[in-house]
Structure formats: structure tokens, C-alpha cells
């Protein structure tokens, strides 16, 4: 019988695991390259209006949620290919929804950054 690892062990383990999976997709989906030079491009341009603190946190948060959804929606997309990996309708349905999904977080992330840095060029 294996000796079963302490809660922090395990924790770490998570945490090495989700790391691996943030630099994965950082490295192989050229959706999340783009929206991470925009995230960069974004916060240069937080520091350059010197922006409250307030909008730091709204900034990073739709940033974090457009990212994250990014994740999901390619995890989805993957599961989908494994499962069905010929041409099929709905596993197009469900992958389209999947992109629907990181479309309205980007748009809402962009309202807010026109809500935040229009008033700070004008």
C-alpha cells in the first residue's frame, strides 16, 4: 500500500500541474499569444495613464477572464477533437459555442478598456 502524500504535497502538485498547463497553452494556441501581447500592451498603457487603483483591478480581472475562458474554450476543443475527431455537426456546435464564449468575454474586456482609457486620451 503507498503512503498517500500530506495536503501540502498535493497542493503543490496542483499547482505545478496547472503552471505546466498555463505555459502549454501560452506556448502552442495562437489565440492566447495574441491576447497575452494585448494584455501586455494594455497594462504598458496603465502605466502610462497612471490609472486608479480601481480600474487596475477591473483591467486585470476582464484581462484574467478573457484568458481564462481562452483556456477553457481550447481544453473543449480538444476533448471535442479526441472524442470525435472526423468532421461533425455537433461537436462544431459545441466547439462554436465554446468561441462564443471567449468572443463575449473580449468584447465586454474591450468596452471596459474603452470605458477606462477614453476619458484618460480625451
Given at each position: 500500500m503507498s503512503k498517500k502524500e500530506s495536503f501540502l504535497v498535493?497542493?503543490?502538485?496542483?499547482?505545478?500541474?496547472?503552471?505546466?498547463?498555463?505555459?502549454l497553452l501560452l506556448k502552442t494556441e495562437s489565440s492566447i499569444k495574441i491576447q497575452f501581447?494585448?494584455?501586455?500592451?494594455?497594462?504598458?498603457?496603465?502605466?502610462?495613464f497612471n490609472i486608479s487603483s480601481n480600474e487596475w483591478i477591473i483591467q486585470m480581472l476582464a484581462i484574467g477572464l478573457v484568458m481564462s475562458i481562452e483556456g477553457v474554450n481550447t481544453a473543449i476543443e480538444e476533448v471535442a477533437n479526441f472524442i470525435h475527431p472526423e468532421r461533425h455537426n455537433k461537436i462544431g456546435l459545441i466547439k462554436d459555442i465554446a468561441a462564443g464564449?471567449?468572443?463575449?468575454?473580449?468584447?465586454?474586456?474591450t468596452i471596459i478598456g474603452l470605458i477606462i482609457y477614453i476619458p484618460k486620451i480625451f
Open positions: 498535493n497542493r503543490l502538485k496542483s499547482v505545478g500541474y496547472a503552471f505546466k498547463g498555463a505555459v501581447v494585448i494584455a501586455l500592451l494594455v497594462t504598458g498603457t496603465g502605466f502610462f464564449a471567449v468572443f463575449i468575454a473580449a468584447v465586454f474586456a
